[in-house]
């Protein structure tokens, strides 16, 4: 099955190498992915994740495949389960890590959850308003702060949002998870390295989501996030396995 997940790696990557991240990549993502057996679909997961160190059209098609498999949808979660189980029956334990159903070490209480005090009358649909068409940056820097995962999804659509912006929001502690997930499924800036590595860091994120990241992550950035001792256990052991078969 080696040889067969090496050819399937590499006509992936190759249908994927000129598309630019966005919706059309994402759907050749979720359509290779399903016509894949879960057997298949881990193999060609492992080689990525085994090319991804120095090869970025593997980065980019392994970055692809992960968003699809973080969609959210009921299938996507079945999906995840069946490669996972198909990755551990093939002693592909950097593929299983990947695929960690751990709940968060850190959620935040509802009484907890906050905002920027300005914007404390307002309703949440105005909010969520506000943050799609806001085009005062410093309002909407007030705006990243707020707790409701719809109104930062909206922010991610504003084009005034910039990445530092949303390293911000990615990086923010406490937080609730939910906020967390929102920015890493963001098409427009779930790909860039510093929002992926403020997401990898970050004890809020959810378990599910930390580990999908991970192999789109350079080496050091791995390391980091290995060596944490505020991070998830399952986060730190997958980020360490990811290292481990980057080697081989």
């Known amino acids: 099955m080696a040889d067969d997940a090496a050819e399937l790696a590499q006509r992936l990557v190759e249908a994927m190498v000129g598309i630019e991240p966005g919706p059309a990549l994402d759907a050749l993502a979720v359509h290779r992915l399903e016509s894949l057996e879960p057997e298949e679909a881990a193999c060609v997961l492992g080689e990525l994740v085994a090319r991804s160190r120095e090869s970025e059209p593997a980065r980019k098609a392994l970055a692809a495949l992960c968003r699809a498999l973080l969609g959210g949808a009921p299938e996507s979660v079945e999906q995840r389960r069946a490669i996972r189980g198909a990755a551990a029956a093939l002693g592909l334990g950097a593929v299983a890590a990947l695929f960690t159903e751990a709940k968060p070490e850190r959620e935040l209480d509802e009484e907890r959850r906050r905002g920027d005090?300005?914007?404390?009358?307002?309703?949440?649909?105005?909010?969520?308003?506000?943050?799609?068409?806001?085009?005062?940056?410093?309002?909407?820097?007030?705006?990243?702060?707020?707790?409701?995962?719809?109104?930062?999804?909206?922010?991610?659509?504003?084009?005034?949002?910039?990445?530092?912006?949303?390293?911000?929001?990615?990086?923010?502690?406490?937080?609730?998870?939910?906020?967390?997930?929102?920015?890493?499924?963001?098409?427009?800036?779930?790909?860039?390295?510093?929002?992926?590595?403020?997401?990898?860091?970050?004890?809020?994120?959810?378990?599910?989501?930390?580990?999908?990241?991970?192999?789109?992550?350079?080496?050091?950035?791995?390391?980091?996030?290995?060596?944490?001792?505020?991070?998830?256990?399952a986060v730190r052991r997958a980020a360490g396995a990811v290292i481990e078969a980057r080697k081989k």
């Open 117 to 233: 005090p300005a914007f404390a009358s307002l309703t949440l649909g105005h909010r969520t308003q506000m943050a799609r068409l806001e085009p005062d940056r410093d309002r909407l820097a007030r705006l990243a702060f707020d707790d409701d995962p719809a109104v930062i999804r909206n922010l991610l659509l504003n084009p005034r949002a910039t990445e530092a912006l949303v390293v911000r929001v990615a990086a923010r502690r406490p937080v609730p998870s939910e906020v967390l997930a929102e920015v890493a499924r963001s098409r427009r800036f779930g790909n860039r390295r510093a929002v992926r590595r403020a997401l990898a860091l970050n004890p809020h994120t959810p378990p599910a989501v930390a580990t999908a990241i991970l192999p789109q992550l350079v080496d050091g950035d791995l390391q980091e996030v290995a060596a944490s001792e505020v991070l998830h256990p």
